[in-house]
């Protein structure tokens, strides 16, 4: 037994080699700077387990990315396990995230309604809010794609539905605002930082829209590790002797929001 | 012999039955286990002075895993790759390859546009990746192809375009993508190709980047009619395979009377069309 611990203490007695009384390990340095210091301009880390023989996620022809897992192991990138790490991150990917039918039990794939009536020039309603926890301080990226729906009346009161006939142009636009305060609302500075404004314009005389266009936008944001909520707004301009009915996210929408970490 | 292990015990590097060797732990549980919460491993290998590959401060530079296990860093090409990047991806004809007949209001997409460079737009992936797609896919919108061949009825038209992937199979022709099975993703089903009348969806697929656009136009002889283009930028994970990424359309109106089938063409403008992949392995 004496025998079979002294061959292990030979085995490991190079590392003691540039052992301070700092607790670090130092391999071909006596002055080691990290716990665990690799010296030498061409030195690096042999992980077996990581490598084509031993690891089915190394093919062994490109390089595999290595991540850090939740212990702080080495470990591949793994598509199969849905814990595995990923390329690239997303807190969020939905792919329909403002509801078709909100007004139940009407189905007509309307989305959420921002009316402007007579009298009104403009009108802005808050479409859909998205919840987001990020995770440590990051930027974050948002794509999505919202679909609109018009109509000379009422969306949320179901059709017969009539088409906007009155030959002038209406625009909608579609952006979103962060409540970084948690709060539960858009106020202070978050009023005036807008993001991922897309705008389009809309105009008929005999016949209306009956598909889906879609905005698409996407903007940046750099967050600190927190709880945020995503406002998305929609805004209708049109003539004051007018009524524009607008859904938003009547049909298939999408958002994406990855984080650069 | 007894120096050595007053300096063994001093790192508290401790030696199991498994050959595992802990630094500031006596209960390793890996192989090589460092604890504490700021301990650090430095390969100076992967320095910035020592190698290339690392760009050094103020950026982050990416570990990989070669074929040995050996930790390593990536050039650009290991990172993320450019798999397909096309000045002009689709041909750019307006006949029955391009076409989207709108008949009705429109019944719902259909595929349309054939890559101008196939082997060009062929991509495989060795393995799994999530794939990002920006692409502009210009489009063309009449009656026929005339000097007074325009819409003219001042109908509202949307023209939705969406992208999906055709997979390569054992027993496909390779270097026919258009007869390759469209890549399914069975929790994002889309009918990528409905038959004329709408009632039988011929072929399903799994559609991204969506964009919809609105034409309109009130004269028959005059009008912007041609490179128009809708743009859209999206994310998608693929397994491991080879591809080739293809467009659909819908053009929808909401009332056909008085101009009947209205022709759109797909591509032939200039299409811009980027796909990059973040590999996984």
């Known amino acids: 037994m004496e025998i079979f611990k002294m061959k292990k203490i030979t085995l490991f007695l190079f590392l003691c080699i540039g052992v301070l009384g700092f607790g670090q390990v130092g391999i071909g340095t006596v002055n080691p700077q990290q716990e665990l210091h690799v010296a030498g301009s061409n030195s690096t880390l042999r992980v077996e387990s990581l490598n084509s023989i031993n690891n089915s996620l190394n093919d062994g022809v490109n390089l595999s990315p290595v991540f850090v897992d939740s212990d702080g192991n080495l470990t591949l990138g793994d598509q199969a396990n849905v814990g595995g790490n990923k390329p690239i991150n997303f807190l969020i990917d939905v792919g329909d995230f403002i509801a078709d039918d909100p007004y139940s039990p009407i189905i007509l794939g309307t989305g959420s309604v921002v009316n402007s009536p007579l009298g009104s020039a403009m009108a802005v309603d808050t479409i859909a809010t998205v919840a987001l926890v990020v995770p440590q301080d990051a930027i974050v990226e948002v794509k999505y794609g919202v679909t609109l729906i018009i109509t000379g009346n009422d969306l949320t009161l179901g059709c017969p539905c009539f088409y906007h006939t009155y030959d002038e142009a209406i625009t909608m636009n579609t952006y979103f605002k962060v409540d970084l305060n948690g709060n539960g609302v858009i106020d202070g500075t978050e009023v005036t930082n807008i993001y991922g404004q897309k705008g389009q314009y809309y105009e008929t005389n005999f016949g209306g829209s009956i598909g889906y266009p879609y905005m698409n936008g996407q903007g940046y944001l750099e967050l600190p590790a927190g709880t945020y909520t995503l406002f998305f707004y929609g805004e209708v301009r049109d003539n004051t002797g007018s009524y524009s009915s607008v859904g938003f996210g009547g049909a298939q929408d999408y958002l994406k929001i990855r984080v650069y970490n | 012999m007894r120096k050595i292990f007053v300096c063994i015990v001093t790192v508290l590097m401790s030696l199991s039955i498994y050959a595992q060797v802990g630094i500031n732990t006596t209960n390793p549980q890996e192989e090589l286990h460092l604890a504490g919460a700021n301990e650090n491993i430095r390969l100076e290998g992967l320095?910035?002075?020592?190698?290339?590959?690392?760009?050094?401060?103020?950026?982050?530079?990416?570990?990989?895993?070669?074929?040995?296990?050996?930790?390593?860093?990536?050039?650009?090409?290991?990172?993320?790759?450019?798999?397909?990047?096309?000045?002009?991806?689709?041909?750019?004809?307006?006949?029955?390859?391009?076409?989207?007949?709108?008949?009705?209001?429109?019944?719902?997409?259909?595929?349309?546009?054939?890559?101008?460079?196939i082997s060009g737009a062929i991509f495989t992936l060795t393995s799994p990746a999530i794939i990002e797609v920006n692409y502009s896919v210009s489009w063309s919108v009449y009656k026929t192809n005339s000097a007074s061949g325009r819409i003219d009825d001042e109908h509202a038209r949307i023209v939705q375009t969406g992208i999906y992937f055709r997979e390569f199979s054992v027993g496909d022709n390779a270097a026919d993508p258009t007869s390759w099975a469209a890549y399914t993703d069975p929790a994002n089903v889309w009918c990528i190709d409905v038959n004329a009348s709408g009632t039988v969806c011929q072929e399903t697929g799994t559609m991204i980047a969506l964009n919809g656009q609105f034409y309109n136009n009130a004269d028959s002889k005059n009008g912007a009619y041609q490179n128009f283009q809708n743009t859209a930028s999206d994310y998608i994970q693929l397994p491991a395979g080879t591809y080739c990424a293809f467009f659909a359309g819908q053009l929808a109106v909401g009332d056909t009377s008085g101009t009947g089938a209205v022709k759109m063409f797909l591509g032939s403008g200039t299409d811009d069309l980027q796909i990059i992949a973040y590999y996984f392995q």
């Open chain 2, 47 to 117: 320095s910035d002075t020592n190698n290339t590959n690392n760009l050094g401060d103020n950026n982050s530079s990416r570990v990989f895993a070669d074929a040995n296990g050996d930790l390593v860093l990536g050039s650009a090409s290991n990172t993320i790759n450019m798999l397909v990047d096309s000045e002009n991806y689709l041909d750019d004809v307006e006949d029955p390859t391009s076409l989207i007949n709108q008949t009705g209001n429109a019944f719902g997409y259909d595929p349309a546009g054939v890559p101008t460079n």
